[in-house]
């Protein structure tokens, strides 16, 4: 299945920051290429929920991402698949 938003809408999802250190970046990827950057601005906040917006550029993506966080001390939580047509006020969960 492919996500496609008519032209009004725009695909997003919400991060939850579980963790007591600011994440500094959220990175997915659809086929196991390079992890690719969201735009969070300074950050999310410990404790935290954010709803992040898909680059128009995804819009004929896989709903099937893998996603991960990056945190202030450097270290990354662990990558999860998630479907990112389904849900999308269900925050997802980031903690280290």
């Known amino acids: 299945p492919e996500r496609k938003a008519a032209a009004a809408d ?4 919400k991060g939850d920051n579980k963790t007591a250190a600011k994440i500094t970046k959220l990175q ?3 086929d196991k290429s390079s992890w690719g950057n969201f735009d969070i601005g300074s950050g ?3 404790g ?3 709803t992040l917006v ?3 550029s995804t819009d004929n993506q896989s709903c ?3 996603i991960r966080a990056k ?3 450097g270290s990354f939580s662990e990558a999860s698949k998630e479907n990112f047509c389904k849900d999308l006020d269900t925050p997802i ?3 280290e």
């Open 10 to 13: 725009q695909w997003h999802f």
């Open 28 to 30: 997915g990827y659809e």
């Open 44 to 46: 999310i906040s410990p």
């Open 48 to 50: 935290a929920t954010e």
């Open 54 to 56: 898909w680059a128009a």
């Open 64 to 66: 099937d991402q893998w």
């Open 71 to 73: 945190f202030a001390d």
């Open 93 to 95: 969960e980031f903690s």
